[in-house]
């Protein structure tokens, strides 16, 4: 198929989007022009007998699809021979391979190599990286605990932006006042 919208100058994402459409009307209508019940040349067989206009084609395939149906169904013949021609060959694996013979297939290629490298060295390192970033992480919030509840750090509070201001007096005397131990049951409470 994808032979013979070529061959009428409908090429690349054009033509992808055209047959994931006209497959998909296809497959959700009626059981005649259904390739999975059918087969393929059946239901182009069917689709084509319905004679239908060019209102009907777009109505039954929309905008993105019409001009591929139309394609299709003024070369039935063509579409048969294309796909008798392909059947059984390596014709699609041998263009494959010439396409992705390019500058840029390879360097994609090797960019989903390293990610793929990355991702696997991620999954190894995990086990030893998980303990790790615990020990870290509390070894930060302790020292979160002793800048906030040393002498030095205690007349000066974190505000949301980021930035610290000075505790008044009053709220230096009532943080004076609270047991050491509520500083960790609080701070530390997740």
Known sequence: MIETLAYRG????VAGTGLKKFFL???TGADETN???VGLDKA?????NKN???????????????????VILQ?????????AAVTGTNVAYEQAAINSDTAQAKLEQARNKMKLAAIDLGEKLN??????????????????????Y??????????SNGSVTPQTNAAIAAEERRPIATFFLFDFAV
């Open 150 to 159: 040393s002498p030095g750090a205690r007349n000066m509070k974190p505000n």
């Open 52 to 70: 239908m206009d060019a209102g009907a084609i777009k109505k039954m395939f929309g905008e993105e699809g019409y001009n591929t149906a139309s």
């Open 75 to 83: 070369n039935t013949e063509m579409v048969k021979d294309f796909t």
């Open 35 to 37: 390739p999975k019940i």
């Open 25 to 27: 009307v296809l497959q």
């Open 127 to 148: 086990p030893a990286l998980n303990p790790s970033t615990t020990v870290i992480t509390v070894k930060i919030a302790y020292s979160r605990a002793y800048t906030t």
């Open 44 to 48: 182009l067989e069917n689709l084509k």
């Open 10 to 13: 409908i090429k690349d994402e």
